[in-house]
């Protein structure tokens, strides 16, 4: 079947309390885990549309910007060039980059190293996550007023420093609410929350976003960046 893109920027059965993650207590209703993150998919869906953005942390700031294609989702930077593309396929995706006209994986290592000297990896800019075949929805939770699916997706290799990486979905329009990011040791280091959205052809699409990095398994935050996206314009 072929897969829908989706955008992000960016599951897995309950976890026992002594991997240290919170239950979420709403009962699992009639969408699956799957079809969940299939909703995420078809609301961010933009294949006509290139985006610009930045990623912003003190006083740097990161220009971007990223299309959307069929199989494909590309971002580029400037000073210096770089594209990192997130290829699709049926069997599973694939994390390249282009520099100096020459093309190659991004290698495993490099997942967890933040973008241009920002809280945002190369795992949260692809939003490889989505695409991580186990998925378990554990329930529902309300975010700012917006009634949310709650998805645990597992990491099915050990490459990146996310082992399991919890999604809220808003039930009415699919876009992404929050993300909670774990460590192999289960312990919650990175937390995304999305602070603003804004509409286009009737899909949700993120506008601003909040990274924070935590000390592992703690509430003291050791680094944040803000990810944003203008209006897009259609090619």
């Known amino acids: 079947m072929k897969t829908h893109l989706t955008f992000l920027f960016l ?14 207590a709403t009962a699992a209703e009639e969408l699956t885990a799957e079809q969940i993150v299939s909703m995420v998919h ?11 953005g930045a990623l912003t942390k003190g006083e740097t700031v990161v220009p971007f910007s990223v299309r959307l294609q069929d199989s494909l989702i590309e971002f580029k930077f400037e000073n210096p060039r770089q594209h990192i593309n997130l290829d699709i396929t049926e069997t599973g995706y694939r994390l390249k980059e282009v520099t100096a006209g020459t093309t190659k994986e991004v290698p495993a290592a490099m997942y967890a190293n933040g973008v241009r000297g920002t809280d945002m990896t190369y795992d949260d800019l692809s939003m490889r996550y989505l695409f991580w075949p186990k998925k ?35 039930k009415n329009s699919g876009g992404l609410m929050r993300l909670n990011c774990f460590d192999w040791n289960g312990k919650k ?34 680094g944040q960046t803000t990810f944003e996206l203008k209006k897009p314009q259609k090619r």
């Open 11 to 24: 599951a897995v059965a309950a976890l026992t309390q002594s991997m240290g993650f919170a239950n979420v």
């Open 42 to 52: 078809r609301s961010r869906a933009l294949n006509d549309y290139d985006l610009n």
């Open 136 to 170: 378990v929805k554990i329930g529902e939770e309300t975010i700012r007023t917006q009634r949310c699916y709650v998805v645990d997706l597992y990491n099915p290799q050990k490459l990146g420093e996310y082992y399991l990486v919890r999604i809220f979905v808003d």
């Open 189 to 222: 280091i990175k937390a995304c929350f999305v602070t603003e959205g804004m509409k286009v052809e009737g899909r949700t699409l993120l506008k601003t976003m909040e990274v924070v990095r935590y000390t592992p398994g703690t509430d003291k935050a050791v």
